[in-house]
């Protein structure tokens, strides 16, 4: 039995480069239209919230709401690019495209297609975070040098939701399972982690809860870069994320063996 | 290159309670094309992904192209070319950028497969296609691109799940055509259908399975004379059971499937005399083939 799984794994460390290409391919026949659809709802809440709200709001921390939100927002943005990339792209390569199954017919393992995936959703919320931060340095809510700083844990956050996304797709009988992931999971994860308001706001319960979950490490991570602030516990915080984005990557090729291979 | 290309032994599989390869034992000599032939849930497919190490067996050995499967399945992949019996291209991209992502998949550089790709094109007869979108192309076209797309890492054994499955008589008849070329190339090839004509023109040995078990296995002209050895009479048409008691004494061996009457008979000048001049009948006399064998072997009918 362990043998089988060592079977699946990743085969070496460049295999998944030609799953990402395959994507990347793909991606670029359709660029335009993706990268508007992945900006359009970040922009609408960073605009939306920063504004409307932050007339209302006054500072926070000694920074305009606006500015306090723009770090949120890269992070949140990440997060969802990452995760419906992985939730409906990915899931469509291996159900109805057949994608995986022409792939498992070549040399490369299941773990090389499912590190491909992740690299690529990773890769698509690099853009999509990377942008956000692009109009808030524009604006002049963040420096132009912290977008280069910003863009490891960007990328972690990526590599984090796509993993955590691939355990759900592994799971998920049909597309219609992936709304309960996404309401019960990932929207409130927005609101619990820091994203839209400061984490000390809440009972100290749920402070204790925010600190657990993956995106208020990454808000931790992504915002004082942003804003130009001494950030702290950066090691917790990278640690934990690599948590997130290493066991479920496992527990994923673990999964999906037992729904594709048998 | 050792001369076995496939090894299996006493290999079962079970989902549950059902068993669907059951203790099958098989060997496929490299250079040699040889069909899994059997109704549609017989295991064929089942069998063709154990040798991709795609699935694996409850209990059994298999070693393919030298490799333990599916332990190192991985590394015997690389040399296999797979026809999978659905096609799985990639509809958004053309011809050609379809065997370089696919060639990607086997670590060779654009370089290495931009090398390959006009013979491959020439051998599918795609030429005229290689910038057109895979979207665009027929299903005989898309298949042909499929088989292209399995030689891409120029393999020594090729896996082929019903080839030829939904496809036209013509675009059936190309397939059949390349796959030839490719046996007198001396590749190997392991084939499931349920077409008795292509197991018949393709194969030089195969093995008639039911329920995951083999039922039978040897060359197809020897399993034809061994099992029926004779000319067959189809009989349409008048009531079959006083027909058979009429035939009876001067055939081998007499199968009655849905409405026709298949009358196996050493001497067939014989049992037509006895029909003459019977009204409302249609006869229809040929070889035998492995529709017959399979036949008699099963008492079951498949599709033609």
């Known amino acids: 039995m362990r043998e089988g799984y060592a079977a699946v794994m990743p085969a070496n460390a460049y295999n998944w480069v030609a799953v990402w290409r395959r994507n990347f391919l793909a991606w670029r026949k359709v660029a335009l239209a993706s990268v508007l659809g992945n900006l359009a709802d970040p922009m609408t809440n960073l605009f939306g919230l920063g504004f409307g709200l932050g007339i209302i709001v006054g500072l926070i921390d000694g920074t305009s709401y606006i500015a306090f939100l723009a770090g949120g927002m890269v992070a949140t943005s990440a997060m969802t690019a990452a995760t419906f990339e992985t939730m409906y792209a990915a899931f469509a390569r291996m159900r109805a495209q057949r994608t995986w199954e022409a792939i498992l017919c070549t040399q490369l393992t299941l773990g090389d297609i499912v590190l491909g995936e992740l690299a690529w959703a990773a890769t698509k919320a690099v853009l999509a975070g990377t942008a956000i931060a692009v109009v808030a340095a524009t604006l002049g809510y963040a420096a132009w040098a912290s977008i280069l700083y910003s863009i490891p844990a960007i990328a972690i956050t990526g590599f984090v939701f796509a993993s955590l996304a691939m355990v759900v797709v592994s799971l998920a009988p049909s597309y219609d399972y992936f709304v309960f992931y996404q309401t019960l999971v990932v929207t409130p994860m927005v609101f619990l982690c820091g994203a839209v308001f400061p984490v000390s706001q809440m009972p100290s319960a749920f402070q204790r809860v925010a600190g657990l979950l993956p995106l208020a490490h990454s808000v931790d991570l992504i915002r004082p870069v942003m804003l130009g602030l001494p950030a702290g516990g950066i090691g917790l915080h990278i640690g934990a994320l690599c948590m997130y984005a290493v066991l479920p990557f496992f527990l994923s090729i673990a999964l999906f063996r037992r729904r594709l291979m048998r | ?304």
Not at chain 2, 76 to 90: K, M, S, T, Y
Not at chain 2, 130 to 153: F, P, Q, Y
Request: proline fraction near 5%; aromatic fraction near 6%.
């Open chain 2, 1 to 304: 290159m050792s001369t076995v290309a496939i090894d299996l032994t006493c290999v079962r599989k079970s989902y549950g309670d059902k068993i669907v390869v059951d203790g099958l034992s098989f060997a496929v000599a490299s250079g040699e094309c040889f069909g899994l032939l059997g109704p549609n849930g017989a295991g064929k497919s089942t069998i063709a992904r154990m040798i991709l190490g795609m699935v694996a067996p409850d209990t059994g050995k298999m070693t393919v192209l030298g490799e333990p499967v599916p332990a190192r399945a991985r590394l015997a992949r690389a040399r296999i070319g797979v026809v999978p019996q659905f096609d799985n291209l990639e509809l958004e991209f053309t011809v050609r950028e379809n065997l370089l992502v696919f060639g990607r998949y086997f670590n060779m550089s654009a370089r290495e497969v931009e090398a390959v790709v006009p013979e491959l094109l020439e051998f599918a007869r795609l030429e005229s296609k290689a910038d057109a979108r895979v979207a665009e192309l027929s299903g005989g076209m898309k298949r042909r691109l499929t088989l292209a797309r399995a030689l891409i890492n120029d393999p020594h054994l090729l896996v082929m799940d019903e080839p030829t499955t939904g496809l036209d008589p013509h675009a059936r008849h190309l397939i059949w055509e390349r796959l030839r070329l490719l046996l007198a190339r001396g590749k190997t090839i392991l084939l499931t259908t349920h077409f008795m004509e292509e197991a018949e023109r393709l194969c030089d040995r195969l093995c008639v399975l039911e329920a995951g078990r083999k039922i039978a296995e040897g060359e197809p002209r020897a399993l034809i004379d061994e099992q029926i050895g004779c000319q067959v009479i189809e009989i349409y048409g008048g009531n079959p059971h006083e027909l058979s008691s009429l035939i009876r004494p001067y055939a081998r061996h007499i199968e009655v499937s849905g409405e026709t009457l298949f009358c196996y008979a050493p001497d067939p000048e014989q049992v037509l005399v006895q029909l003459r001049g019977r009204a409302g009948l249609r006869l229809l006399q040929r070889p035998a083939n492995l529709e017959d064998v399979f036949l008699r072997l099963t008492g079951r009918e498949m599709e033609r």
